[in-house]
């Protein structure tokens, strides 16, 4: 009786229960993108990272560089103020493949790092960030494999059709008259299924126009100097501050289409079409130093005695460049991919998957002088001196000239720059006081086309046994080729004559734009005129720079990969100890010919002499992997992860571009040919990494996680000297082909390794668990510290491009009845990163650490509960509402600033209707 009175009390319960209508909760919004996010990364078989749809649309984020940046061991560097390159866990860009629906991606970026502003993140579906690999993973990256993924419609319970807009405006005022500060942004998407739901189909168009300013300080270098008193200290040698403006304009096209004529057939075409063109306004003026012409006395120069750095100094009789500089970068990614699920019966099930994807880009960056007079000694100089108030903001200069007089300041090169024998003969000034005075102006040209097709052939079987629960087997193949072409044009004003017209000219009314300011460097105003339309009318005269520089020609370039794969997984099921073990035993075979076609280089009798090169360099990798997960409990789970990962060289290391020299007498190695330049023989770095990591999943909302990685390096690339076969290159000379064809190069080699580790420490904590009056209001946060030992193939110490020692990340939120809010903090440590530097050459820089705060509040008229206005939320959005600056640094002394970057702040006013 005693027993029986419980149990019949419950089964009475139950009936009641069972009787009533039950109340089901769903959580939606960014707390059901949580839930989401959580449970893909609880049940994934490796260590992965996942963004749910949600995540991305609600962010104020122009790109997903933004929303990844923000995960446990990623971080991002921002290049003209929007965060595009992403690292892992102290890795560069370079070293993660980034996968699109599974298919690796090509890139609009000189190498093979994606830039993530190129993809829209208002039509993805999620991210999934690979830590560990497995055999089936198409992309091959030493520190992870990023994969963004569209929608499925046929998993999508209901029609939808949805608008989202919002209006962008900068925090600076337009800092170019005719620059942009404010934007827009649109995005319509549309998801239905048809004929009784075997046909489904997802449409999304998204429209975005967006501006972007910054106040820049760039410094050309800081050479040593001796005052009056003998002291020395780093001085500036040269300045180029200026003010840019920016609208990045992007139109993006996604559609799926998904067919399941039966429950053994799903059949899936994806295409995704993006027209990219990034406009840039920039004006300034370049400012030689202590490199210029003008005389710098002891007696003016202050040295910081704790820093050895000339603080301040005056220099008189200095000549200035001022620049009004136009730059159009235009891209278009074309993807397409079908994949093909068949269930032959009930033990095997066939996986076929082809993709295409293209990118084009072209780059169109116009530089253009004007000052007081042409040449070095004519016109009117200025007394210039600057003060560096401390810190990392650059220097602050005092002058005497007024730079926004059209009467003083006209068109033309007010210094000797750009030396070339094709100018001087073009102008017939050879041997005259105006030789090597013809360089008005400068423009770079170089152009990217990146192509990509892959085919993948698996098969999966189901094995009856207590540890196999299935086994794939798969073949791939892929093929790649990508193109640079490199040309850049010398300006010369159409109306200079010599003799009768060696001077300048005034900028024609109709092309003055009025001033922009250069008051934060304390330069006042400057002449601001329309660059573009002076160029397009005539006013310049273009000659190749290709005809007396070589170095054109050494970055234009052809590398060709086909990689052939096949892989074989066996998916763990079993028990270990009692305790539940799946995951994932596999290796993956890969087979890689390349080839570089480029130019062997020689300038004879100052011109540039060309001969085609073809290189080809054959290899293969076997690549292991484990992974293992083991559920203490319905909460705890311990995962274990070990695998030999590659990343491939970058694409213009690759190249077979050289500059070339044929001697009748041998070098050192018995070599008649040395060239120097890009390596067609390099192979992939190679990684050993082990993963060990505790999940503690307490809650649907929350969980916290500790990690610990490590990985052994080797075969890295670094500065060194190698041998290549010359076959079929002539001396140029002579024009025929040499007995020995072998040359001593100069360029990158592989070798030299070392060791990386770091620990991750994350958690997602809904504060209802602590009291149920805060339900709604939850924190997210991170912790990553890495640490390197890595030296090179001359054992000499080597810090990884794009390794911060801490990543630090946060997110406060609060979501409830429609109310929503979140404030979020990125931080990173000091890293080496890329840029851009001289003629589009990638240029590694000292990049100071960063933190950078983005908030939003918004409100949900649906989830409050207000007829009528269901489907409809509002959102006010912001980033970087610190003004967090982007800094870079030359040499070891802090105020030594290469960059400083003032971006401001950006905000966002929008909506989101959902039908």
């Given at each position: 009786m005693a027993l029986s009175m419980p149990l019949l009390a419950e089964e009475t319960a139950a009936k009641e229960v069972s009787e009533q209508e039950v109340e089901v909760i769903e959580v939606k919004g960014f707390r059901g993108s949580l839930i989401e996010s959580i449970n893909k990364k609880r049940f994934s078989s490796s260590v992965v990272e996942t963004i749910s749809a949600e995540d991305i649309g609600k962010l104020p984020d122009s790109s997903i560089a933004e929303s990844l940046a923000r995960l446990p061991g990623l971080a991002a560097q921002r290049l003209d103020g929007r965060a595009s390159k992403v690292s892992i866990r102290g890795f560069g860009e370079n070293e993660s493949a980034t996968t699109f629906n599974g298919r690796e991606q090509v890139s609009i970026g000189d190498n093979r790092g994606v830039?993530?502003?190129?993809?829209?993140?208002?039509?993805?579906?999620?991210?999934?960030?690979?830590?560990?690999?497995?055999?089936?993973?198409?992309?091959?990256?030493?520190?992870?494999?990023?994969?963004?993924?569209?929608?499925?419609?046929?998993?999508?319970?209901?029609?939808?059709?949805?608008?989202?807009?919002?209006?962008?405006?900068?925090?600076?005022?337009?800092?170019?008259?005719?620059?942009?500060?404010?934007?827009?942004?649109?995005?319509?998407?549309?998801?239905?299924?048809?004929?009784?739901?075997?046909?489904?189909?997802?449409?999304?168009?998204?429209?975005?126009?967006?501006?972007?300013?910054?106040?820049?300080?760039?410094?050309?270098?800081?050479?040593?100097?001796?005052?009056?008193?003998?002291?020395?200290?780093?001085?500036?040698?040269?300045?180029?501050?200026f003010v840019r403006s920016s609208t990045l304009d992007r139109d993006s096209t996604m559609l799926v289409v998904e067919v399941a004529p039966n429950d053994k057939l799903l059949m899936t075409f994806d295409a995704l079409y993006v027209d990219f063109s990034d406009e840039k306004i920039l004006r300034g003026i370049e400012v030689p130093f202590a490199w210029g012409q003008g005389s710098i006395s002891g007696d003016t120069a202050t040295i910081d005695p704790d820093t050895g750095f000339v603080t301040s100094a005056i220099t008189q009789g200095q000549r200035v460049v001022v620049r009004n500089d136009y730059e159009e970068r235009n891209a278009e990614l074309t993807s397409f991919g079908f994949n093909a699920k068949y269930d032959l019966n009930d033990d095997w099930a066939l996986d076929f998957d082809v993709s295409y994807s293209k990118v084009e880009r072209e780059t169109w960056s116009v530089e253009s002088y004007s000052g007081t007079g042409r040449g070095d000694a004519r016109g009117v100089a200025d007394n210039l001196g600057y003060t560096f108030d401390g810190g990392n903001t650059g220097a602050t200069f005092t002058h005497d000239l007024d730079y926004s007089d059209f009467n003083l300041i006209q068109l033309g090169g007010p210094l000797s720059w750009g030396w070339s024998q094709a100018l001087n003969d073009k102008f017939g000034v050879t041997g005259t006081e105006y030789e090597n005075q013809l360089q008005d102006g400068f423009i770079n040209a170089p152009s990217i086309d990146d192509e990509l097709k892959a085919i993948k052939l698996a098969a999966t079987q189901v094995i009856e046994n207590d540890v196999i629960a299935s086994i794939t087997y798969g073949f791939s193949y892929r093929e790649r080729e990508k193109v640079k072409e490199s040309e850049g044009y010398f300006m010369t004003l159409s109306s200079f004559s010599y003799p009768d017209n060696p001077g300048m000219m005034a900028v024609p009314e109709q092309y003055r734009e009025g001033t922009a300011s250069l008051g934060f460097i304390g330069m006042g105003d400057m002449i601001a005129y329309d660059t573009q339309g002076l160029i397009r009318d005539g006013y310049y005269d273009l000659t190749r720079e290709s005809l007396t520089n070589s170095s054109h020609a050494t970055k234009s370039w052809s590398v060709n990969e086909e990689v052939t794969a096949l892989f074989v997984q066996a998916d763990i099921d079993t028990e270990i100890g009692g305790f539940p073990v799946t995951g994932n035993l596999g290796v993956r075979y890969v087979q890689t010919e390349q080839s570089s076609r480029g130019s062997a280089i020689q300038t004879i009798d100052q011109k540039v002499v060309t001969t085609p090169t073809d290189i080809s360099h054959d290899y293969s990798n076997v690549l292991p992997s484990l992974n293992l997960s083991m559920r203490i409990d319905d909460e705890q789970t311990l995962r274990f992860g070990i695998a030999k990962t590659i990343s491939r060289a970058r694409l213009d290391e690759m190249n077979a571009s050289v500059n070339a020299n044929y001697s009748q007498q041998v070098d050192d190695n018995g070599n008649n040919w040395s060239i120097s330049g890009g390596n067609p023989l390099l192979e992939p770095k190679e990684a050993l990494g082990v993963d060990l990591s505790y999940e503690n999943y307490f809650s649907d909302e929350g969980y916290f996680s500790t990690a610990f990685f490590w990985k052994d390096l080797d075969q890295w690339i670094f500065d060194g000297k190698y041998e290549v076969d010359m076959s079929g290159v002539v001396n140029p000379e002579t024009g025929n082909i040499p007995d020995n064809p072998i040359a001593s190069g100069n360029g990158k080699v592989n070798g030299g390794g070392g060791t990386l580790w770091g620990y991750e420490l994350s958690v997602t904590f809904p504060f209802k668990i602590i009291d149920e009056r805060l339900d709604g209001f939850g924190l997210i946060a991170s912790h990553t510290g890495v640490k390197s030992n890595i030296d090179d193939h001359n054992s000499n110490d080597y810090e990884l491009p794009g390794l911060s020692s801490k990543i630090q990340n946060l997110t406060f939120y609060y979501e409830k009845e429609g109310i929503q809010f979140r404030t979020s903090m990125r931080k990173r440590g000091d890293f080496k990163g890329d840029v851009y530097g001289l003629g589009f050459t990638t240029t590694q820089v000292d990049i100071v650490g960063e933190t950078v705060w983005d908030a939003q509040i918004g409100y949900d008229f649906g989830e409050a509960g207000i007829e009528g206005l269901e489907g409809l939320s509002v959102f006010l959005q912001g980033y970087n509402l610190t003004a967090e600056p982007f800094t870079s640094l030359q040499g070891e002394n802090a105020l030594q600033v290469r960059d400083y970057q003032d971006y401001g702040r950006t905000y966002l006013l929008g909506f989101s209707y959902k039908l």
């Open positions: 830039e993530f502003d190129l993809y829209p993140s208002e039509i993805m579906s999620g991210v999934t960030v690979y830590k560990t690999p497995n055999a089936t993973i198409e992309g091959e990256g030493i520190a992870g494999v990023i994969d963004m993924q569209t929608v499925k419609p046929l998993s999508q319970s209901e029609r939808v059709i949805q608008f989202n807009g919002q209006l962008e405006q900068t925090s600076f005022d337009k800092l170019n008259p005719d620059g942009n500060d404010s934007g827009f942004r649109g995005t319509f998407a549309y998801m239905d299924k048809f004929a009784d739901d075997t046909v489904g189909v997802a449409f999304a168009h998204s429209r975005m126009s967006s501006p972007n300013q910054e106040k820049r300080w760039n410094a050309w270098g800081y050479p040593e100097f001796t005052n009056g008193d003998g002291t020395t200290g780093s001085i500036l040698g040269g300045a180029k501050p």
